[in-house]
């Protein structure tokens, strides 16, 4: 075979899988055809046999009843019932005197000097014709005056009837290996449908970089098919984050492009005025814009820390009401101006292991969130307590504001996602995923629970410091 069909052949699976196949199938027929034909060798072998031993007894209970010429009339009235083909039978006295002898004409060429050979022992003589191949087989009764009964046949009927099943055999065998290869190159082309399909997909990813492709699913819940039903899955998790990514970027151009405005507006009125009052005003404007840009981007190096495990943290054990107050005293104010009633319900001695600094961001995060997110009016409550087993503690952010949607509520630490409903407050979509990062970096967990309208509840666990 040629290095380019080798090739071919290697690269096109459901032909190979087809080409195994068939070959299984083949090396199966073939036992199957071999074992039928030793049960038939076998059987016919023992029928002639039978024949033979009965046919024996017959000729040797004749002769002596009636004698030799009992014999020979029995001989003679079977040969033209013609029951069987014609048989050897002789009759032999002394070491080798042929008294009587029928003898087919099949059997003419034989020598039959070499059957003096046999004596008791092994009940069947066998030896090959010279005329067909054949087998002849002889058997032998000695009786008691020492005269020997001979019976002979040759086994050429059945040696035709193993021959028409060798031929069959053969036609079935190619027949059968046709069907295995054509069936087996079948059956892996539709099988092999789901991989076809997620090929297609995937290259129509990378050919459009388009995410929005699906590969397609039976909902048949196979291997082949859950593994279509995760690409899909996955494709949706890249299509969200490009998507997030994207909208980050908008929002990361628009935060820079509006400060540096601001900046060069500033910067320019100062030039044209020579106000040094509007200069420094001016400049003081342009350093918070900076740090809230270095904030976000802190915050994002932050997350990565956080979720590589290479981020830094002083543990030690930290007194949950002093960093919660810490917290609710940055929104303090905020929450005032927005007329929230802003809460804390921390048990005085209960303390959590944490690095403090890490956990008050953390809080501050989420009382941000629920200050930003809840119309004027409401409440924002923050509470914590030791879970059952003594082993951690939970602190809850709960708040009375818009809720998030329940298709939502998933996706909220996603690093970038914003709900939609959330669009018009500011925000980068980072908060909650640093949360997240940081508290699972702490070996703690995340939750949240909410219902659109009537609120939110964050969720923060963590390991519990003895008193
Ligand atoms: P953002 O900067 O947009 O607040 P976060 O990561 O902190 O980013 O939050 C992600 C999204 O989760 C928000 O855009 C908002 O849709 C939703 N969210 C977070 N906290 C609340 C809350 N307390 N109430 C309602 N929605 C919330």
């Known amino acids: 075979m040629s290095s380019r069909w080798a090739d071919a052949l290697r690269h096109a699976l459901p032909l ?31 029928q002639d046999h039978d024949v033979l031993a009965s046919m024996l007894s017959r000729y040797a209970l004749e002769y002596q009843r009636a004698g030799l010429g009992g014999l020979q009339r029995l ?15 002789r009759v032999v006295a002394g070491r080798a005197e042929v008294i009587y002898a029928s003898q087919p004409r099949d059997w003419r060429a034989v020598d039959l000097a070499s059957v003096e050979a046999l004596r008791r022992g092994s009940p069947w003589m066998l030896q090959a014709s010279p005329i067909d191949g054949s087998t002849l087989e002889i ?35 190619v027949l059968l290996a046709a069907i295995a290869a054509g069936g087996g190159v079948v059956i892996a082309l539709v099988g092999l449908a789901p991989i076809r399909a997620l090929d297609a997909t995937t290259r129509e990813i990378l ?10 699913t039976r909902g048949t819940a196979d291997p082949l098919d859950r593994l279509g039903a995760r690409i899909n899955e996955m494709l949706g998790q890249i299509q969200r984050l490009v998507g997030g990514m994207r909208g980050a970027l908008d929002n990361v151009a628009h935060d820079l492009r509006t400060p540096l405005t601001r900046f060069r507006n500033v910067a320019e009125a100062a030039l044209t005025q020579g106000d040094e009052a509007a200069v420094r005003d001016g400049l003081a404007q342009a350093l918070e814009e900076a740090d809230r840009l270095g904030a976000t981007l802190t915050t994002l190096m932050d997350i990565s820390e956080a979720e590589t495990g290479t981020m830094r943290l002083a543990v030690a054990a930290v007194a949950v009401a002093v960093v919660v107050d810490e917290a ?39 009382i941000e969130n629920a200050v930003k997110y809840t119309p004027s009016g ?6 914590a307590a030791a879970d059952d ?26 690093r970038l996602y914003r709900a939609d409903a959330s669009r018009s407050a500011r925000g980068l979509g980072l908060g909650l995923s640093l949360v997240k990062a940081v508290v699972e970096a702490h070996g703690g967990r995340v939750g949240v629970t909410s219902a659109v309208g009537e609120g939110s509840t964050f969720a923060v666990t963590l390991p519990a410091a003895p008193a």
């Open 16 to 46: 190979r899988l087809g080409l195994w196949y068939a070959a299984l199938f083949a090396v199966s027929a073939a036992a199957l055809l071999v074992f039928t034909y030793a049960l038939l060798a076998r059987t016919l072998a023992a």
């Open 75 to 89: 001989v003679q009235a079977d040969a033209l019932e013609g029951r069987h083909e014609r048989l050897l039978v």
């Open 139 to 173: 058997g032998t009764v000695e009786l008691p005056d020492g005269v020997r009964v001979q019976v002979g046949r040759t086994s050429h009927v059945r040696d035709e009837v193993l021959a028409q099943f060798r031929a069959r055999a053969v036609q079935v065998g």
């Open 207 to 216: 050919e459009t970089r388009r995410f929005d492709a699906r590969v397609a």
């Open 328 to 366: 609710i005293a940055l929104y303090a104010d905020e929450a005032e101006d927005r007329g929230l009633a802003l809460t804390s319900a921390v048990p005085p001695g209960l303390q959590v292991r944490a690095d403090h600094t890490r956990l008050r961001q953390v809080l501050a995060n989420l």
């Open 378 to 383: 409401g409440r924002v409550d923050v509470a």
């Open 389 to 414: 087993d003594g082993a951690t503690v939970t602190i809850r952010v709960r708040d009375t504001g818009m809720g998030i949607a329940a298709t939502d509520l998933p996706l909220v630490w996603d």
